[in-house]
Nanobody, 115 residues
Framework: QVQLVESGGGLLQPGGFLSLSCAVS????????INWYRQPPGKQRELVAT???????TYADSVKGRATIFRDNGKNTVDLQMSSLKPEDTAVFYC?????????WGQGTQVTVSA
């Protein structure tokens, strides 16, 4: 059974740095396309970044230049780092794994950017 667990959220300051990790169990990350999403308070969930199984990455315009998604094959994780944080980055961040029409979500981790 595939399971995803996010970690690394918390209270961060504007201008600060965020590092999130998505630990995948039940399968190697090499067989999945992995997305990071976020859901700001009162808003819909939005796609932040994607790392596909071929090494291709994409980013939402709102985080482009500030975010990096990368795979750690040794830990079987897909991590998301963001710099120059803004209050509008406040959201619950989720990772999602996709393969052959199946999708698996983590439970989410809260990120709050506030002074």
């Amino acid at each position: 059974q595939v399971q995803l667990v996010e970690s690394g959220g918390g209270l961060l300051q504007p201008g600060g740095f965020l590092s999130l990790s998505c630990a995948v169990s039940g399968g190697s990350i090499n067989i999945f396309d992995i997305n990071w999403y976020r859901q700001p308070p009162g808003k819909q969930r939005e796609l932040v970044a994607t790392s596909n199984r071929f090494g291709y990455t994409t980013y939402a315009d709102s985080v482009k230049g500030r975010a990096t998604i990368f795979r750690d094959n040794g830990k079987n994780t897909v991590d998301l780092q963001m710099s120059s944080l803004k209050p509008e980055d406040t959201a619950v961040f989720y990772c999602k794994a996709n393969r052959d029409g199946e999708s698996y979500w983590g439970q989410g981790t809260q990120v709050t950017v506030s002074a």
